[in-house]
């Protein structure tokens, strides 16, 4: 007889949209453990610091998973989101949340690799920037990709972010990786996870 054994790791809690306009609104989150959604208190904790800020901001939601934090950020009064995935079942779902609350004209989604989207984007000229990036790669992604991670934020210091923009980078607390032309201006631990806050150099 087999015994059948719950890896927690598989186990999702229902996300859903934490304030302002879509509240309460339920995402579909990611499928297996290709992802790592944030629970609501960390989000909750995360955005009470980003809501000023919030009001018509452009916003980047690098390794997006479903969408909870590019969406929480539509929700709260961000003007436009560009969401980047490279997993298939995250970006269907992720198509599937855009649709749920109608902010299709709001956003656009990058799928495929996010680095030779960038890459492309080298020669790009700023244009009117964006405000808030999220930075939230795989976990390996800082021990078997550190290159890749460092070349992403060359990009977007000089192309892509406001002199005075923030990114919110995402990592395992036991990981340290640091982004060329970014300056930690914050951070805060939950359990097992880091929340860096990071602001372009002079």
């Known amino acids: 007889m087999c015994e059948v054994v719950h890896n927690p790791a598989y186990i999702r809690r229902p996300m859903r949209i934490i304030a302002g306009e879509f509240r309460g609104r339920r995402l579909l989150p990611p499928e297996g453990d290709t992802t790592r959604p944030i629970t609501d208190r960390v989000k909750q904790s995360l955005f009470d610091i980003l809501s000023p800020g919030m009001k018509d901001a452009i916003v980047y939601d690098c390794f997006a998973g479903t969408g909870s934090m590019g969406l929480e950020c539509l929700s709260r009064g961000a003007k436009f989101a560009t969401l980047f995935e490279a997993d298939w079942s995250a970006f ?6 855009i649709t749920a609350i109608d902010v299709g004209d709001r956003c656009k989604v ?93």
């Open 92 to 97: 269907k779902r992720l198509q599937r949340n």
């Open 110 to 202: 990058v799928a495929g690799n996010l680095f030779q989207w960038f890459d492309a984007q080298a020669d790009a000229k700023r244009g009117d920037g964006v405000d808030l990036i999220f930075l939230d790669p795989p976990y390996r992604f800082l021990r078997e990709r550190q290159d890749d991670l460092r070349g992403l934020a060359r990009h977007f210091v000089r192309s892509h972010l406001k002199a005075d923009g923030m990114v919110i980078f995402r990592h395992d607390a036991k990981d340290t990786l640091d982004l060329p032309g970014l300056k930690p201006t914050d951070l805060r631990e939950y359990g097992g996870m880091t929340l860096e806050f990071l602001q372009a150099t002079p």
